[in-house]
């Protein structure tokens, strides 16, 4: 399978939270991450909007994204300007 991403993605095990635009939050653990997305996995399913932002606390960073596939569990997401 050809690769197609435009960064280096690194293997991570980090906690996050799915900001939503009233400000609730969903906890979920980024597996990957790279400059242009990040792969996520959350205990249960949730329903993403159109727009969120992904808040990881430990690199102090907190992301406008958009998700982008789904697949077993897992959630790829593209982050946007």
């Not at 996050?16 to 790279?34: A, H, K, N, P, Y």
Request: proline share 2%; glycine share 6%; charged share 35%.
């Amino acid at each position: 399978m050809e690769e197609r991403r435009r960064s280096v993605r690194r293997r991570t095990l980090l906690t996050g939270r799915i900001v939503f635009r009233d400000m609730s939050t969903f906890e979920c653990v980024v597996r990957d991450l790279s400059e242009a997305g990040a792969r996520l996995r959350c205990d249960q399913q949730v329903v993403l909007p159109e727009a969120f932002c992904l808040a990881i606390e430990k690199l102090g960073e907190k992301r406008p994204a958009r998700a982008i596939w789904r697949r077993d569990g897992d959630i790829g997401l593209a982050f946007v300007s």
